[in-house]
């Protein structure tokens, strides 16, 4: 038996893991033969499909959404940017084929490209049956919410689609001359622009049936929201978003990568309630020492009980991706169930280490 299926209902049926990346050998070294090289300040962490299901055994993880992260694809021009977005999503829809029960996919597009993303969309979701998209809060120095992008809301509206927002990194944090990384805080900057311009535009107003997932807890929103609904003073405003600031940000989905410790989901569950909290890993970026770090943390989290739990690791994901629900992916032979035996002693250490490491 599944050791970790004994610490109660939170880990009964295992977690749903939105924020999960991949690193595709041949994307990485196409963005390297390019020179390209990301700005977040993370580098290309080493990863392999093999490692992204053995990280998910051990922590109990029964499915993940993979997702291209940032730099994205658009370097080049046009034809490269198209491409390379197609062989990802190509690579990244054999690897759900191979593993249905375990993985599902956001695909990257060719933003802020948006007649080819568009397309890129369509066939994405048409025919290689990706559960989402993953956009960039902002795009060749633009932020989503931007007008130039509404042929491609009004797309993924007309299909309900889910988006997963990943930060990048905009030009203007690349020149503030800053000795830290850009991960450590220009990304939560990143996604909380881009929510505030998707709100105060009117583009979720507009387009209410795309369901929208932020990483990293929202980056500053929940705790800078009281300060955003003072944007209801304004008139203007209110003629783009008359159900106020507040109410758009109850609709996001919030997830928990790099996130998971009372400081963050204390805001977050106060703003949004625990039906809009999903888990995501951030894995590889977030390594596998720290995957575990994240499991226990949520875990031992005072502010969440059993079904706070319940609803964060599992089920708020399975309204989004009814094809996770519990009767899929099941826990059996070829499962989590048959690799568990090592599970408990392998996370415990990795938890060990990590709090040593980050002495929390």
């Not at 400081?263 to 909290?277: D, K, N, Q, T, W």
């Amino acid at each position: 038996m599944n050791q970790s299926n004994r610490r109660g209902g939170e880990d009964a049926q295992g977690r749903i893991d939105v924020h999960h990346h991949i690193e595709w050998e041949t994307y990485v070294s196409t963005l390297e033969r390019n020179s390209i090289k990301p700005a977040h300040g993370a580098g290309y962490p080493d990863w392999s499909i093999e490692k992204t299901l053995a990280t998910m055994d051990e922590n109990n993880i029964r499915a993940a959404l993979l997702s291209v992260s940032s730099p994205g694809v658009y370097f080049k021009g046009t034809t490269f940017a198209v491409d390379l977005a197609r062989r990802c999503n190509d690579y990244t829809a054999g690897l759900v084929q191979a593993h249905p029960d375990r993985l599902g996919f956001f695909a990257i597009l060719p933003m802020p490209l948006v007649e080819a993303s568009v397309k890129e969309a369509i066939r994405s979701l048409d025919t290689l049956k990706a559960d989402g998209i993953v956009l960039l809060a902002s795009a060749g120095d633009k932020f989503l919410g931007d007008r130039d992008f509404e042929e491609l809301m009004a797309e993924l509206d007309k299909r309900n689609a889910v988006v997963f927002i990943h930060p990048n990194i905009h030009s203007t944090s690349e020149n503030l001359g800053l000795a830290m990384p850009g991960f450590l805080t220009e990304f939560l900057f990143d996604t909380t622009r881009a929510v505030t311009n998707l709100i105060y535009t009117g583009t979720v107003e507009r387009y209410p049936r795309i369901r929208w997932i932020l990483a990293h807890a929202g980056g500053t929103v929940p705790f800078i929201a009281w300060r955003l609904a003072l944007s209801n003073m304004d008139p203007e405003f209110l003629k783009a978003a008359p159900r106020g600031f507040i109410a758009y940000l109850k609709e996001f989905y919030y997830d928990t990568a790099l996130s998971t410790s009372s400081f963050a989901m204390a805001p977050l569950l106060e703003l949004v309630g625990p039906s809009r909290i999903v888990f995501g890993s951030d894995y590889p970026f977030c390594p596998a020492l720290l995957v575990a770090k994240e499991v226990d943390d949520l875990r031992r989290l005072p502010l969440f009980d059993e079904k706070v739990r319940e609803a964060v690791n599992d089920r708020n994901a399975t309204e989004l991706f009814p094809r996770f629900g519990t009767s899929a992916g099941s826990l059996s032979a070829g499962g989590l169930d048959s690799r568990a035996k090592k599970i408990p002693f392998a996370s415990r250490l990795a938890v060990s280490a990590a709090r040593r490491m980050m002495k929390m």
